[in-house]
C-alpha cells in the first residue's frame, strides 16, 4: 500500500522558537495533502489542505501565519509551526491523497510528528 | 458542520468479549470510512461503507452503514489485546476529499 512519512517523529522546542515537520509521499505523487491536529485523548482536527503549487486552504480558527504550510513538490509538504508556545504542543498528523483508484479516493496518513513546546 | 459522534467514548473489556462502537449523525452522508488508530501512530483505514444498509466484515470486524445513511456501527467478535486502540469514523467532504473525524471510541482489551 501507498507510505506516508513524517519527520521528525518527535520533537522538543523552547517556546518562542520555530518548527518545521516534513510529509513526504514515498511511492506516489500527492497533489494535495492534509494536515491534522491530535490533542490527548482527542479525535483528529483537520487544520489546512495543502496543495501542491498554491496556497494551503485553512480551516475556520486555524491561524495561517502561525502555521506556514508549503507544499511545494508532489511529495512534499512542510508544516512550520512559528513563535511556539506550550498550548501547541500536540500530535502532528499529515495524510496525502492518493491517485483515485477503483472504489474511490483515499488518504494515507503519516505516523505522526509529537510537538513538545517547553 | 456534519458531526459525528461516537458512544460510547471509552471502553474497556476483556480478552473474549463483544463489542459494538456507535457513530452517529443528524445528517445523510454519501459514504462513512472507520478507521483505527494505536498510540503515536497514524489511522490506518478498515473500512469504507457506501451503501444504506451495507454490511461488511473485516475478518472479526462488521461494520454496518444505516439504512438511512446517518449512522454506522463497527462490532468486534472475540476482542483480542491487538484490537486495542482509537476508532475512527469519519467522512469525506468537498472536492479535495476531506475528512472529518467523529470523537473516537478508545477501546482497550485485556487479557
Known amino acids: 500500500g501507498a507510505v506516508v512519512s513524517q519527520h521528525p517523529s518527535r520533537v522538543i522546542c523552547k517556546s518562542g522558537t520555530s518548527v518545521k515537520i516534513e510529509c513526504r509521499s514515498l511511492?506516489?505523487?500527492?497533489?494535495?495533502m492534509f494536515w491534522y491536529r491530535q490533542f490527548p485523548k482527542q479525535s483528529l482536527m483537520l487544520m489546512a489542505t495543502?496543495?501542491?503549487?498554491?496556497?494551503?486552504?485553512?480551516e475556520q480558527g486555524v491561524e495561517k501565519d502561525k502555521f506556514l504550510i508549503n507544499h511545494a513538490s508532489l511529495t512534499l509538504s512542510t508544516l512550520t509551526v512559528t513563535s511556539a508556545h506550550p498550548e501547541d504542543s500536540s500530535f502532528y498528523i499529515c495524510s496525502a491523497r492518493a491517485p483515485p483508484l477503483a472504489g474511490g479516493v483515499e488518504q494515507y496518513f503519516g505516523p505522526g510528528t509529537r510537538l513538545t513546546v517547553t | 458542520t456534519q458531526l459525528l459522534e461516537q458512544s460510547p467514548q471509552f471502553l474497556s473489556i476483556q480478552e473474549g468479549e463483544n463489542l459494538t462502537v456507535y457513530c452517529n449523525s443528524s445528517?445523510?452522508?454519501?459514504?462513512l470510512q472507520w478507521y483505527r488508530q494505536e498510540p503515536g501512530e497514524g489511522p490506518v483505514l478498515l473500512v469504507t461503507v457506501v451503501t444504506g444498509g451495507e454490511v461488511k466484515k473485516l475478518k472479526r470486524l462488521t461494520f454496518q452503514f444505516g439504512d438511512a445513511r446517518k449512522d454506522s456501527s463497527l462490532h468486534i467478535t472475540a476482542a483480542q489485546p491487538g484490537d486495542t486502540g482509537l476508532y475512527l469514523c469519519a467522512h469525506r467532504t468537498g472536492t479535495a476529499s476531506k475528512l472529518t473525524f467523529g470523537t473516537g471510541t478508545r477501546l482497550q482489551v485485556t487479557l
Open positions: 495543502s496543495n501542491e503549487g498554491s496556497k494551503a486552504t485553512y
Open positions: 445528517s445523510v452522508f454519501s459514504s
Open positions: 511511492d506516489f505523487q500527492a497533489t494535495t
